[in-house]
Structure formats: C-alpha cells, structure tokens
C-alpha cells in the first residue's frame, strides 16, 4: 500500500514524503474503482446507485 507507514518498493518510493502526507490516501483505488474525498475507495457501481458511501454524501451528489 502506498503512503501506508510501511515501504513496500525496494526503493521506498510508495512512502516517499512529495507524494504522503498526513492526509494523503493510504489506498490507491483500482481502475474500477472512485475515491471518495475522505480518501476510502468504492466500486463504481456504488457512484449514483441511490445509497450514500462516501461519508459526505459526494457519491450521490449530482455533478455541478
């Protein structure tokens, strides 16, 4: 997992400091997948399925 605590690439660049912060994601969401903004990963199919997944709500907001 990138920016986890624990490097994972031999060179440690899944923890390297330009790309981890204290609020940057733990996981990085597969292709099939959309980031919430509190950084949690969903399927797609939850985007717009009529329940809300993302703690804000944002997978059920109509894009503006």
């Keep these: ?3 986890d605590g624990s ?3 031999p060179d440690g660049s899944d923890e390297d400091t330009q790309i981890c912060t204290a609020t940057s994601p ?3 969401c597969r ?3 959309a ?3 509190e950084r ?3 399927d797609q199919s939850q985007v ?4 809300v997944d993302c703690a804000n709500g944002e ?3 109509p894009d503006e």
């Design 1 to 3: 997992q990138v920016c």
């Design 31 to 33: 292709e099939d997948q």
């Design 35 to 37: 980031q919430c903004p």
């Design 40 to 42: 949690t990963c969903i």
């Design 48 to 51: 717009c399925d009529g329940s």
């Design 7 to 9: 490097a994972d690439c």
């Design 59 to 61: 997978d059920e907001a």
């Design 26 to 28: 733990a996981e990085v």
